[in-house]
């Protein structure tokens, strides 16, 4: 379906997608339009949407999204929200399970149980989340690394997280 609109009726398409019980990544504040592209990617290589809570740290612009997702742009649905607020609430209004991927969780990942609903939600690539993100989400999980080894990057990790809880809930197949 693609979702490329140049103008504010990108913050309408949300209710339309977030209907659907289905799976969907969530970035909060991209710093890296790189790290967008490559999510984008992600998301359209495995069939579900991709979220972004806005502001974020590169012009957010159509023509930026279409440099950026290359030829993939047109096979993700991109949601965008403006505030952390505006993406809570539609959380929460449409019953889906906010699961937020952080170094500083206590969950690994393969003891995790996913939904098929879930939302999984990735924080900036240089500083995570703010407190008040990891107050509101449903549940926190971490991918265990070598005790070396600070974190992945922001899509490894989404790729890692996506391919298990499609994994879990069948939907792989």
């Not at 909060?28 to 974020?56: K, S, T, W």
Request: proline fraction near 5%; include cysteine; glycine fraction near 8%.
């Amino acid at each position: 379906m693609g979702l490329f609109k140049g103008s504010t009726n990108e913050y309408l398409q949300v209710l339309h997608i977030s209907e659907k019980k289905i799976m969907k990544i969530t970035l909060f504040q991209p710093d890296i339009a790189q790290n967008l592209g490559a999510a984008m990617r992600l998301c359209a290589c495995f069939g579900v949407p991709l979220a972004i809570i806005e502001p974020c740290g590169f012009p957010l612009t159509a023509k930026a999204l279409r440099r950026t997702a290359m030829d993939y742009g047109a096979t993700v649905d991109l949601i965008r929200h403006k505030t952390w607020s505006d993406f809570a609430d539609n959380e929460s209004q449409h019953g889906n399970r906010i699961v937020l991927l952080s170094t500083k969780a206590a969950v690994p990942i393969t003891k995790f149980k996913f939904r098929p609903n879930d939302t999984l939600l990735f924080g900036r690539e240089s500083s995570g989340v703010p407190g008040y993100v990891h107050e509101h989400a449903d549940e926190k999980i971490i991918i265990p690394l070598n005790g070396d080894a600070r974190s992945f990057n922001l899509v490894t990790s989404a790729s890692i997280a996506l391919f298990e809880a499609l994994r879990q809930t069948g939907g792989l197949e």
